[in-house]
T-cell receptor
C-alpha cells in the first residue's frame, strides 16, 4: 500500500502563530496537490507543485515540493481563524494510474 | 464547467442490503476514482478505472466492487452492506489519459460526496 503520511494529525494554535504541515511518502509523485476541505464539502484545490524543489506562495501560504518528489510541506504565516479546516496533500504516483490522498491535518486557529 | 455528479447525497441502508453509489462525469474523462473518508484516516482509495470496463483495486477494495460499462459512469457497489461501511464516499474523475508522469499537474475533479449510513 502506498501511503502519504501527514503530520501533525491535529493542530490547534492561536491567531498570528506560524505553522508547518508535512506530507511524506516512499513513493515518487508526478506532482503533488494541496487541498483544504470544509465539513460536508469536497476538497478544494489550493495549489499544485510539479518540479522537485519547487516553492510556491499563495498569500500567507508557502508550499514546497521535495527534491526527490516524495514529500512536500505547507507553511502558514500568521494564521487566521479563516484558515481553520482539514488540509490534505494528494498526488498521482509516478508510473501508475493511482491518485492518492494524505492522511490529513486538521487545523484549528483560535481567535 | 466540469461536472462530477454523485446520485445520492445522503443514504440510509440496512445491514445486508445491496447498495449502489453512482457517479457520472460530463467531460469524457478517462480516469475515475472512488474514495471513502473517515475521521483520522483521510481519503482512502477504494477502486479506480482508467478506461471503460477496466478497473483496478485501490488500497481498501474489500467489501466493494465497481462497474464501468460506459465512459461517463462509474458505479460503486456494496454487495452486502455492513455497519463498518458507514462513511462519506467521494467520486472523482481526471482527464489524464496515461500513467502519471512529468506533467504540469494532475487535474482531478470531485463530486459532492455521498454520506452513507448502514444501520
Amino acid at each position: 500500500t502506498q501511503l502519504l503520511e501527514q503530520s501533525p494529525q491535529f493542530l490547534s494554535i492561536q491567531e498570528g502563530e506560524n505553522l508547518t504541515v508535512y506530507c511524506n511518502s516512499s513513493s515518487v509523485f508526478s506532482s503533488l496537490q494541496w487541498y483544504r476541505q470544509e465539513p460536508g464539502e469536497g476538497p478544494v484545490l489550493l495549489v499544485t507543485v510539479v518540479t522537485g524543489g519547487e516553492v510556491k506562495k499563495l498569500k500567507r501560504l508557502t508550499f514546497q515540493f521535495g527534491d526527490a518528489r516524495k514529500d512536500s510541506s505547507l507553511h502558514i504565516t500568521a494564521a487566521q481563524p479563516g484558515d481553520t479546516g482539514l488540509y490534505l496533500c494528494a498526488g498521482g504516483i509516478w508510473g501508475t494510474y493511482k491518485y492518492i490522498f494524505g492522511t490529513g491535518t486538521r487545523l484549528k486557529v483560535l481567535a | 464547467d466540469v461536472k462530477v455528479t454523485q446520485s445520492s447525497r445522503y443514504l440510509v441502508k440496512r445491514t445486508g442490503e445491496k447498495v449502489f453509489l453512482e457517479c457520472v462525469q460530463d467531460m469524457d474523462h478517462e480516469n475515475m476514482f472512488w474514495y471513502r473518508q473517515d475521521p483520522g484516516l483521510g481519503l482512502r482509495l477504494i477502486y479506480f478505472s482508467y478506461d471503460v470496463k477496466m478497473k483496478e483495486k485501490g488500497d481498501i477494495p474489500e467489501g466493494y466492487s465497481v462497474s464501468r460499462e460506459k465512459k461517463e459512469r462509474f458505479s460503486l457497489i456494496l454487495e452486502s452492506a455492513s455497519t463498518n461501511q458507514t462513511s462519506m464516499y467521494l467520486c472523482a474523475s481526471s482527464p489524464h489519459p496515461t500513467r502519471w508522469g512529468r506533467e504540469e499537474g494532475n487535474t482531478i475533479y470531485f463530486g459532492e460526496g455521498s454520506w452513507l449510513t448502514v444501520v
